[in-house]
Nanobody, 124 residues
């Protein structure tokens, strides 16, 4: 079983940047696809981005394409998402999730392991 811990959230002004990290413990993350999802208050969880276990496939939601960049550092068992040009509507709790040998699915049901989430708040 892999445990995931997100970090890097915080309060940022619109137009600013944050980098979220998803770190694994107890097991290497290198065999897992990792995705980021987010959930705003009163809204359903939304897919943000995913990277396949080998980094060969990367997908983004249309709402973040061109602004967010997902990457992985298998030596550090960490996946990152660099978020630039943040907008008010990016405010949410961001979760990372892992799927063994996954190809980077947009569907949350594909992911077996989830972190606790990190809050991102974008202010005007």
């Amino acid at each position: 079983q892999v445990q995931l811990v997100e970090s890097g959230g915080g309060l940022v002004q619109a137009g600013g940047s944050l980098r979220l990290s998803c770190a694994a413990s107890k097991r290497t993350l290198s065999n897992y696809a990792v995705a980021w999802f987010r959930q705003a208050p009163g809204k359903e969880r939304q897919f943000v981005s995913a990277i396949s276990w080998n980094g060969g496939n990367i997908v983004y939601a249309d709402s973040v394409k061109g602004r967010f960049t997902i990457s992985r550092d298998n030596a550090r068992d960490t996946v990152f998402v660099q978020m630039n040009s943040l907008k008010l509507e990016d405010t949410a709790v961001y979760y990372c999730a892992a799927d063994l040998w996954g190809l980077g699915s947009r569907g949350s049901s594909q992911y077996e392991y989830w972190g606790q989430g990190t809050q991102v708040t974008v202010s005007s």
